[in-house]
């Protein structure tokens, strides 16, 4: 009865998703990274990526009416010349061509759609107003990537780092382990951070203060 619910759940998700639109241009087909996004990637399969990401986010997030989203009508993808890895401003994605051509790591397929997951959570995460830190920012977006089983090799096993908001891996593996103590957690905290930030958010939910809850994970994991 369960399943039934949640693929239920899913198909409206799904459907929620049809009315958002999503978009993506390859401005850089004329570099070396362009023409590898083109061949291996493409713009058909990014488009789908972002909208089966949005879904998967907004089940994550636990927000299943449109209401309890961030109100985003359109999700854009620029494939574009430019350093680094990708960055979100607003409801925009860009990808950095140069990151695309130059990936040796393993498949880019893969690469680009985890990116993809990634940087689709920025659209639509909460950030607590701005008062969220951005390591706790990143860490939420690549624990969405790490539960859609996304996470690449190079990332860093469990129970390393020197604090819980150093971000991205770091940081998703910790909210991981949060996750497991109480199912659900991200989700509670997302919602939380709508309206603003405080660390005792973490307390709030679970108990215990973020400090002893990463002292906890590295007692658990950091040997």
């Known amino acids: 009865m369960k399943l039934h619910v949640a693929f239920f759940l899913l198909v409206a998700m799904a459907a929620t998703a049809r009315a958002v639109t999503f978009d993506a241009s390859n401005t ?10 083109d061949n291996a990637v493409g713009l058909a399969y990014s488009k ?9 986010i907004w089940s994550t997030f636990n927000q299943r009416a449109a209401a309890d989203r961030k109100p985003v009508d359109a999700v854009t993808l620029v494939v574009e010349d430019i350093d680094g890895v990708a ?20 498949d880019v397929k893969k690469e680009v759609t985890g990116v993809l997951y990634h940087e689709a959570t ?14 706790l920012i990143e860490g939420i ?3 969405v990537r790490l539960k859609a ?6 990332w860093r096993p469990r129970g390393s780092g020197s604090r819980w908001d150093e971000g991205y891996d770091i940081t998703a593996r910790f ?3 949060c996750d497991s103590l109480k199912p659900g957690f991200v989700a509670q905290l997302n919602a939380k951070m ?7 958010f973490f307390a709030q939910i679970l108990g215990k203060n973020v400090q002893q809850l990463w002292q906890d994970y590295k007692a658990k994991f950091g040997g």
């Open 175 to 177: 909210l991981d382990y």
């Open 141 to 143: 977006a690549d624990y």
């Open 28 to 37: 850089a087909s004329g570099t070396t990274g362009g023409k590898r996004f």
């Open 48 to 56: 789908q990526v972002l909208s089966d990401a949005s879904t998967f």
């Open 149 to 154: 089983g996304l996470a690449p090799g190079h």
């Open 87 to 106: 960055f979100t401003s607003g409801n925009g994605i860009h990808l950095s061509a140069s990151y695309v051509g130059g990936y040796t790591s393993g």
């Open 194 to 200: 709508k309206s603003g930030y405080s660390d005792d």
């Open 122 to 135: 920025h659209v639509w995460q909460w950030n607590g107003q701005g008062a969220a830190n951005g390591g």
